[in-house]
C-alpha cells in the first residue's frame, strides 16, 4: 500500500510567520491532494497536484509536487489565526477504474495571534 | 464543484444498536466512497459505493458490518452495525467530481 508521510505532525507558529508542511511517499504520486480539516469537521479541498514539478498558490497557500512526484510541500505565507487547522495530503492510489484516496495522518497548525 | 451534506451530523449510541449515516450529493456522481478517521489517525477508506451494484470493501471492513445503499446517483447511506466503543469515529462520505470533495461528516461516539 501508499504510505503517506507527513511532517511535522504538528506545528505552533506566531501570526505572520511563514512555514512548510511536507508530505512524502515511497512510491509515485499519481495525483496529490491537500485538504484542511477543521476539528472533528469534514474536509475542504484545497489544491491538487498531478505533474512533477507543478506549483499552485491559492490566496496566502502555494503547494507544489516535486519532479519524482514523490513528495509535496505546502507553504502559508504570514499566517493568520484562520489558517489554523489539520492540513492533510492524500494520494490518488489508483486500481483499475477506481480512484480511491490513501491520506498521511495529518498536521495541527496553531496559530497564536 | 459537488456540495455533500451528511446526516446526522454527531451521534452518541449505545453498544450493539446500528446508526445509518446518509450521504446526499447536489449532483449526479458515478462513485461516492465511505472513509473512517478514528481519533488521532487519519482518513480509512471503508468502501467504494457504485448505483445499480455492490459496495466494494476494502480489506478489513465486511458488508455485514457496514452495509452501504446506494439507490441512485445522487444518495448513499452506510450503517454502522452492532455498534462497540471501537467504531467511535468520524465517518465522511466523498464523491469523484474531477476531484475528491467530502462531506461535512458524521462525528460518532459509542458509549
Known amino acids: 500500500s501508499q504510505e503517506l508521510e507527513q511532517s511535522p505532525q504538528s506545528l505552533i507558529v506566531q501570526e505572520g510567520k511563514n512555514l512548510t508542511i511536507n508530505c512524502t511517499s515511497s512510491k509515485t504520486l499519481y495525483g496529490l491532494y491537500w485538504y484542511k480539516q477543521k476539528y472533528g469537521e469534514g474536509l475542504i479541498f484545497l489544491m491538487m497536484?498531478?505533474?512533477?514539478?507543478e506549483e499552485k498558490s491559492h490566496e496566502k497557500i502555494t503547494a507544489k509536487l516535486d519532479e519524482k512526484k514523490q513528495q509535496s510541500s505546502l507553504h502559508i505565507t504570514a499566517s493568520q489565526p484562520s489558517h489554523a487547522g489539520i492540513y492533510l495530503c492524500?494520494?490518488?492510489?489508483?486500481?483499475?477504474?477506481?480512484?480511491?484516496?490513501?491520506f498521511g495522518k495529518g498536521t495541527l497548525l496553531t496559530v497564536n495571534p | 464543484s459537488a456540495v455533500i451534506s451528511q446526516k446526522p451530523s454527531r451521534d452518541i449510541c449505545q453498544r450493539g444498536t446500528s446508526l445509518t449515516i446518509q450521504c446526499q450529493v447536489d449532483?449526479?456522481?458515478?462513485?461516492m466512497f465511505w472513509y473512517r478517521q478514528q481519533p488521532g489517525q487519519s482518513l480509512t477508506l471503508i468502501a467504494t459505493a457504485n448505483q445499480g451494484s455492490e459496495a466494494t470493501y476494502e480489506s478489513g471492513f465486511v458488508i455485514d458490518k457496514f452495509p452501504i445503499s446506494r439507490p441512485n446517483l445522487t444518495f448513499s447511506t452506510l450503517t454502522v452495525s452492532n455498534m462497540s466503543p471501537e467504531d467511535s469515529s468520524i465517518y465522511l462520505c466523498s464523491v469523484l467530481q474531477g476531484k475528491a470533495f467530502f462531506g461535512q461528516g458524521t462525528r460518532l461516539t459509542v458509549v
Open positions: 497536484l498531478q505533474k512533477g514539478g
Open positions: 492524500g494520494a490518488d492510489k489508483r486500481g483499475g477504474s477506481n480512484y480511491k484516496l490513501t
Open positions: 449532483s449526479q456522481v458515478t462513485m
